[in-house]
């Protein structure tokens, strides 16, 4: 990765917080919107783990060398792309048989599991330092984000401006 596609992706990172931050604050406003608010979160939170996952598809697919990409180490990265996907979509399930809350930890969950693997797959050379600087950085303000939201409402707590 150049310098100039890192730092355009650490912009773009930076921005794709926004939604979070925005969508949790306004999840805490007491407004009649609220729970359409915490649903977008859920929603937003939801996408943007999968996309993570689905990030891991494109070095194997498109890896001109049958090593990295039919190995067990390819693999393993397509497997760990579906996995997060699937917690992805298991969290937006979580409010059809339960209470919409408790999709949050189940999305902090998913983003811990998801750089705890990028951690291990860095630390055995198959991703990038720049990377995980950034990955590591999105996924505290993220986890950050949900684990507040997620505790204020369990509290029954709310905003108040």
Request: aromatic share 10%; glycine share 12%; net charge positive.
């Amino acid at each position: 990765m150049t310098r100039r596609t890192y730092a355009v992706a650490v912009v773009l990172g930076l921005a794709g917080l926004i939604p979070f931050a925005v969508l949790a604050i306004r999840s805490l406003v007491p407004e009649p919107e609220q729970h359409g608010m915490l649903t977008a979160l859920i929603d937003y939170a939801a996408i943007i783990l999968s996309f993570i996952g689905g990030m891991h598809w494109g070095p194997v697919v498109l890896s001109e060398h049958p090593p990295a990409a039919g190995g067990r180490e390819g693999r393993g990265r397509l497997v760990f792309g579906v996995a997060v996907s699937l917690i992805a979509w298991g969290s937006l399930l979580v409010p059809v048989v339960t209470a919409q809350i408790l999709a949050l930890p189940a999305l902090i969950a998913g983003y811990l599991f998801t750089v705890l693997v990028e951690t291990w797959m860095w630390r055995r050379g198959g991703l990038p330092s720049r990377l995980m600087w950034l990955r590591w950085g999105l996924a505290a303000a993220i986890i950050a984000i949900l684990t507040t939201t997620f505790m204020v409402r369990a509290l029954g707590g709310s905003l108040t401006f």
